[in-house]
């Protein structure tokens, strides 16, 4: 398996664009999480699907953050518009009954 | 998510065991110890966990204190490769609405030559 693929690995844009971040969890995995890393607040939680419903979204920052599931194998997380103070490393992972989590190589949003 | 306090960081010399040790004094008893550990620029990469018992598996061992105040995460034989951040979380894996995986600061291990 190759594991959790996120695209893109790096991502550069402008302040007020729309980015979107994906997500391919490994398959067979019926939970899906978005993480976002920052110097200052380390890996925070952003939202849970589980069986392609999302559960808790408490930790989406704002409402210019969505994320969708549409089916078992593809999830994206949509910024817009995007702000310099979103800049950071967003990590996708899955896993099969929450267990053990395996998470993906991340994408790293830089917002100027 | 019980609380846990580890050390900012440790160094270990390459070919010798690396002992981090976690507290997490207020541990309930349905709660497990996990360890992940996120090596630069990479993902959280899940370890080991356990509940009371010692484990073992092919990256480490968990050693668990019998009042499971603390635990220690042992690396037999740290390489370069093994240095990074180790998280040690406590959580009631499955059911209910304890899914989150909630990291602190973790611990910075540096394996030197």
């Known amino acids: 398996d190759a594991g959790v693929i996120q695209s893109p690995r790096h991502e550069v844009t402008e302040m007020g664009q729309e980015v979107t971040l994906r997500c391919k969890p490994i398959s067979g995995h019926n939970s899906l999480f978005w993480y976002r890393q920052t110097m200052m607040r380390g890996l925070e939680l952003l939202i849970y699907?589980?069986?392609?419903?999302?559960?808790?979204d408490s930790g989406m920052p704002e409402d210019r953050f969505s994320a969708k599931m549409p089916n078992a194998s593809f999830s994206t997380l949509k910024i817009q518009p995007s702000e310099p103070r979103d800049s950071a490393v967003y990590f996708c992972a899955s896993s099969f009954g929450r267990e053990k989590l395996f998470f993906g190589s991340g994408t790293q949003l830089s917002v100027l | 998510d019980a609380k846990t306090t580890q050390p900012p960081s440790m160094d270990c010399a390459e070919g010798r065991a690396a002992n981090l040790p976690c507290n997490h004094s207020?541990?309930?008893?349905?709660?497990?110890v996990y360890w992940y550990r996120q090596i630069h620029s990479q993902g959280p990469q899940y370890i080991i966990h356990g509940l009371k018992n010692n484990e073992t598996n092919e990256m480490a061992s968990l050693i668990i204190t019998e009042d499971r105040k603390s635990s220690t995460l042992i690396l037999p034989h740290a390489t370069l490769r093994d240095t990074a951040v180790y998280y040690c979380i406590v959580r009631v894996p499955g059911g209910g609405s304890n899914y989150k995986l909630t990291f602190g600061k973790g611990t910075l291990l540096t394996v030197n030559p």
């Open positions: 207020t541990i309930s008893g349905n709660e497990y």
């Open positions: 699907f589980n069986n392609n419903v999302p559960i808790d």
